[in-house]
């Protein structure tokens, strides 16, 4: 069986909070900042409104001949991306706040490309048409979701093992969206329903390490109820470390490949599940943990027998 660590480590978590506090507020300060230059993140389609008309062409069709076949239907600002898994395959959105979106722009613009490549394999596969009033309620819909997961989550923490562990499980969730949505905005990743199932996805798995390492903690209390509590992290942590490793890194590689390989389609969906990933690693290492150490009021004491 692969082992990373010979032995178990002894790396003094708890001493390291501050430093990584500090890292985590500035990353966060540099997101929050994006977002306010920005105007808030890059909605997509699904939460701003507009059209995505998904078309195939002949190979040999270039996208700066789809984009000037398209610009001539006068639509407006749009976006085109092609697909480098599936060759002639080209997605063009339309952001607009046209309710009539379907019988105006899409018309002029299928008739356009239409006319263009109706003799080299033009093909329409697909036409998506959202209007504005429900990419608002899609996107307070988003919002809900995140925050309801992450506090149930944390509530089941609380139940599950004690109060303030859900409180640093909350808190590491609020952490770990609110980064990844930064670094979204940081780098102009479009904001559509993937990246929303992703932040979720992203929720459940940083979960995922908080409830493995308070098992551990809450175990490690029970056997050495001689020990303060800042110690029963750090040797839990450590224990728990090489598992931590281990399924963050072979998570993070298969990731790796989804967002090289799986094609710009889904870019934005690996994206965001590996900074989740990188994050929610982090966070349950060195913000979750910490935080109920800090805060849970026993001063290092030993948290209720159990």
């Known amino acids: 069986m692969l082992e990373i660590f010979p032995n178990t480590p002894n790396i003094d978590f708890v001493r390291l909070r501050r430093p990584a506090f500090i890292l985590s507020a500035l990353l966060l300060v540099a997101g929050f900042a994006s977002l306010i230059a920005k105007g808030g993140p890059n909605y997509g389609i699904d939460f701003a409104g507009g059209l995505l008309v998904h078309v195939r062409v002949d190979h040999g069709v270039t996208i700066d001949e ?12 749009l976006s085109i991306q092609q697909f480098e898994s599936q060759p002639g395959e080209y997605l063009l959105r ?4 046209d309710e009539q979106v379907g019988g105006g722009v ?5 008739e356009s490309l239409r006319a263009a490549f109706g003799a080299r394999g033009y093909e329409e596969l697909r036409t998506e048409i959202v209007g504005p009033q429900v990419g608002r309620d899609l996107r307070w819909r988003a919002v809900l979701a995140l925050v ?7 509530i ?15 808190v590491a969730l609020f952490h770990d ?10 780098f102009n990743v479009e904001v559509d329903l993937s990246v929303l199932a992703a932040l979720l996805t992203v929720v459940g798995y940083s979960v995922n390490d908080t409830v493995v390492v308070s098992d551990r903690i809450r175990e490690n209390l029970h056997k050495e109820k001689k020990k303060g509590l800042g110690a029963v992290i750090n040797e ?15 998570t993070f590689f298969v990731l790796l490949t989804l967002f090289f390989v799986g094609g710009g389609v889904i870019h934005g969906f690996a994206f965001t599940l590996l900074v989740g990933l990188v994050i929610g690693t982090f966070s349950s ?4 943990s910490p935080v109920v150490e800090m805060w849970s009021g026993h001063g290092g004491a030993l948290i209720g027998d159990r």
Do not use: H
């Open 106 to 110: 899409a018309a002029k613009l299928k």
């Open 177 to 186: 969206v609110l980064f990844t949505v930064g670094a979204l905005s940081i």
């Open 148 to 154: 309801f997961s992450t506090v149930i989550m944390g």
């Open 156 to 170: 089941y923490i609380a139940l599950r093992f004690d109060f303030w562990f859900g409180v640093g499980a909350a």
């Open 94 to 97: 339309v952001p607009t706040a």
């Open 236 to 250: 839990s942590l450590n224990q728990t470390l090489a598992r931590t490793l281990l399924t963050g890194g072979t």
């Open 285 to 288: 290492i060195f913000i979750a």
């Open 66 to 77: 789809i984009r000037s076949a398209a610009e001539s239907a006068g639509a407006g600002s």
